[in-house]
Structures are given as structure tokens and as C-alpha cells.
């Protein structure tokens, strides 16, 4: 694939949405956009999500996260997120890449691990083996984790008002999810990075950029400021 595939990852309220679309527009003002100079680029930039990136998707994530639908068993709510998965990387995802996207995607396979694995408790061989036939091989490029505190986390979505299904899980719960991230970035270096989602909106933009920055040069040469 000549594309390129950008997860952001995160707890609730660490600001992923929020930043994945500031790097969208940093993206579409830092140069590597078409130019009638240059031959080498990506054709298109495009900001996705998971649950909800298809038609199909759209359906499944009201049914995953409205909290007055009727009560979604541990088992039921994964094999959700791989349906809308599965889904969305045949239909969407991979036919962008390859193209030569370059795609910006809200949540991916590490949340399956951290919320269904290590936050619900399922089996992490049964989580590997339904990743691995939703997405038939594909991972991400690069994945940004935004690490935040549980707390305050919870504390920014408290104040966006109505909590979806999985924000009104325990305390404990989303504190298992955390340790997850944390174990499938230590697991992971090559893939994930971490950036410290524990300051302004602006400081977390621009280590983002900063990160963004360095895989553009690695992977296509040149200056991308």
C-alpha cells in the first residue's frame, strides 16, 4: 500500500478527537500536499473513526454507546467492535491506502485490547484472533497515544455533558484501560508513541506535529514544517 495509516489512541477525554483534527489542518498547511514542483506525495488526507467509520459502522456505534439501549453482554460488545471493524477496513480503509491516502483514524485495534482486554477482561488469544480476521493483517503506521489521567480524563468529559455507555463505566474499569495503553506502548515502541496529553491543547498539538514531523522525513525524505 503506498498510503499511510495514523491511529490516535486514548482513554476517555484525552483529547484524541480533538487533536487528530488539529493535525489534519496541520497536515493540510505543512507543504506535503500535491504540487505541480513535486511528484512525491500522498494524494489525500482523510479523518476516520472507529465504531463509526462506515454506513454499517454508524449503526453499530449508537447501538455500542447509547447508554438507553438495552444492556450489551462483554462478549456481544466486542464482536460489535470487530463487525464495524471488519467493515470499515474493507470498505474504507484499505481501498484509500491504497490509493495513496494518507488516513487519520479516531480509535483502532489497540482499543479493542485495552477496553474489551484488559478493561472488560476478555480473552486476549480471542481478541488477537477476531483483530486479526477484522482487519486481515492491516495495522497501523503509526500510533499516537495521548496518556492522561484517568480522572481528569472523565473530569473533561463530565463537563461536555451527557456520558456515552462506555464514559459511565467505574473508575476502575477506565484505570485498567490506562494500564492497557500503557502495556501496548511498552510492548510496541517501534508502532506507538506516547505523547504526554497532561498539558495545554496547544503544548499536545505540537508534540504531535513534532512526532508527525519525523515519519514524514523517514518516510518520504525531506522537510515537512
Same mark, same amino acid.
Given at each position: 500500500?503506498?498510503?499511510?495509516?495514523?491511529?490516535?489512541?486514548?482513554v476517555?477525554?484525552?483529547?484524541?478527537?480533538?487533536?487528530l483534527?488539529?493535525?489534519?489542518?496541520?497536515?493540510?498547511?505543512?507543504?506535503?500536499l500535491?504540487?505541480?514542483q513535486?511528484?512525491?506525495f500522498?494524494?489525500?488526507?482523510?479523518? &476516520?473513526?472507529?465504531?463509526?467509520?462506515?454506513?454499517?459502522?454508524?449503526?453499530?456505534?449508537?447501538?455500542?454507546?447509547?447508554p438507553?439501549?438495552?444492556?450489551?453482554?462483554d462478549?456481544?460488545?466486542?464482536?460489535?467492535?470487530?463487525?464495524?471493524?471488519a467493515?470499515?477496513v474493507?470498505?474504507?480503509?484499505?481501498?484509500?491506502?491504497?490509493?495513496g491516502a494518507?488516513?487519520?483514524?479516531?480509535?483502532?485495534?489497540?482499543? &479493542?485490547?485495552?477496553?474489551?482486554?484488559?478493561?472488560?477482561?476478555?480473552?486476549?488469544?480471542?481478541?488477537?484472533?477476531?483483530?486479526?480476521?477484522?482487519?486481515?493483517?492491516?495495522?497501523?503506521?503509526?500510533?499516537?497515544?495521548?496518556?492522561?489521567?484517568?480522572?481528569?480524563g472523565?473530569?473533561? &468529559?463530565?463537563?461536555?455533558?451527557?456520558s456515552?455507555r462506555?464514559?459511565?463505566?467505574?473508575?476502575e474499569?477506565?484505570?485498567?484501560v490506562?494500564?492497557?495503553?500503557?502495556?501496548?506502548?511498552?510492548?510496541?515502541?517501534?508502532?506507538?508513541?506516547?505523547?504526554?496529553?497532561?498539558?495545554?491543547?496547544?503544548?499536545?498539538?505540537?508534540?504531535?506535529?513534532?512526532?508527525l514531523?519525523?515519519?514524514?522525513?523517514?518516510?518520504?525524505?525531506?522537510?515537512?514544517?
Amino acid at each position: 500500500m503506498s498510503g499511510k495509516f495514523i491511529v490516535f489512541e486514548g482513554v476517555e477525554g484525552c483529547g484524541k478527537t480533538t487533536q487528530l483534527q488539529r493535525s489534519r489542518q496541520w497536515l493540510l498547511k505543512s507543504g506535503w500536499l500535491p504540487t505541480l514542483q513535486s511528484k512525491r506525495f500522498l494524494k489525500q488526507l482523510i479523518a &476516520t473513526r472507529e465504531p463509526g467509520g462506515t454506513d454499517l459502522g454508524v449503526g453499530v456505534r449508537q447501538l455500542l454507546l447509547d447508554p438507553a439501549k438495552e444492556l450489551i453482554h462483554d462478549r456481544a460488545e466486542l464482536l460489535l467492535y470487530a463487525a464495524d471493524r471488519a467493515q470499515h477496513v474493507e470498505s474504507f480503509l484499505r481501498p484509500h491506502l491504497a490509493e495513496g491516502a494518507m488516513i487519520l483514524c479516531d480509535r483502532y485495534t489497540d482499543s &479493542t485490547i485495552a477496553y474489551q482486554g484488559y478493561g472488560r477482561g476478555l480473552d486476549f488469544a480471542l481478541i488477537d484472533q477476531l483483530n486479526q480476521m477484522a482487519t486481515n493483517g492491516l495495522e497501523s503506521d503509526l500510533t499516537l497515544w495521548l496518556d492522561l489521567d484517568v480522572e481528569r480524563g472523565l473530569a473533561r &468529559t463530565q463537563k461536555r455533558g451527557a456520558s456515552d455507555r462506555i464514559e459511565q463505566a467505574t473508575l476502575e474499569f477506565h484505570q485498567r484501560v490506562q494500564q492497557g495503553f500503557a502495556h501496548l506502548a511498552e510492548k510496541n515502541p517501534d508502532r506507538i508513541v506516547r505523547i504526554d496529553a497532561d498539558r495545554s491543547e496547544l503544548e499536545v498539538a505540537e508534540q504531535i506535529e513534532a512526532t508527525l514531523s519525523q515519519h514524514l522525513t523517514r518516510w518520504y525524505g525531506g522537510n515537512f514544517q
